[in-house]
């Protein structure tokens, strides 16, 4: 006689659309996609070719210099690269001839790389602002003797 009332009980509760869940195996929920990890957005404010860094300021910027330069200094002024690593990728012509990795602890953050620059090595210069990822924030084009 009992099971003849539950029967009528959950006929009667199924006839109003409502069921008992079995919940004993219910797949658990999908986990929450973790945030994204935050890339800091490096953005170079100004970089240029001098013959020299006074006080932390470029002196005698320029696009072309003289042969007996001697040497030249990438100066960069980045923001947004706090406690990472930039490199300055110096170019003679299609050859790379140096590579500077420069430590960048704050923002905004100046910092700057030499570069010995023999007399015979005339012509078309340029050196790139590297992420640490390498990709290539900025490309200063410059000419030595001519």
Do not use: Y
């Amino acid at each position: 006689m009992k099971r003849m009332a539950m029967i009528a009980a959950s006929a009667l509760l199924l006839g109003r659309g409502l069921a008992a869940q079995d919940t004993t195996k219910a797949a658990a929920p999908a986990p929450a996609p973790a945030p994204a990890a935050a890339t800091p957005s490096v953005t170079v404010v100004e970089a240029v070719v001098a013959k020299s860094v006074l006080d932390r300021q470029p002196q005698d910027t320029g696009a072309a210099f003289p042969a007996d330069v001697g040497q030249l200094n990438c100066w960069t002024k980045v923001e947004g690269a706090g406690g990472s690593t930039l490199h300055h990728v110096w170019f003679h012509g299609d050859t790379q001839v140096g590579d500077v990795e420069l430590q960048v602890a704050g923002s905004p953050w100046r910092t700057w790389s030499r570069k010995t620059v023999p007399t015979d090595w005339t012509g078309a210069w340029h050196v790139e602002v590297r992420d640490a990822a390498g990709g290539v924030l900025k490309r200063i084009d410059f000419t030595v003797g001519q």
